[in-house]
């Protein structure tokens, strides 16, 4: 998988309140954290790229009182999804 590399100052960086050790996994999830809540990135890249699991990231979006993203289409899909697994079944 390709990957990004976003150049940030080493001295702006000892300035975050974060251990340097946790520089990477922090970061992540706050960047996932900000584009998700802006709209920018759906949940399931959101997770992902904070490298978390899907109720590891719920948690956390509920821990910093993030609202879950979900529209009348989302419902509809899911509802669709819904009524194809009991015909299935």
Known sequence: ???VSLPIPEDIMFTVKIPRKKW???LRKELALQLYREGLISFA???RLAQMSKIGFHYLLG?????RQYDV???E???ENLFG???SG
């Open 85 to 87: 697994w009991r015909a």
């Open 73 to 75: 289409e989302d419902y």
């Open 1 to 3: 998988m390709k990957t």
């Open 63 to 67: 821990e910093r009182q993030i609202p």
């Open 24 to 26: 990477d996994a922090e």
């Open 45 to 47: 890249n959101a997770h």
């Open 77 to 79: 899909k899911d509802l």
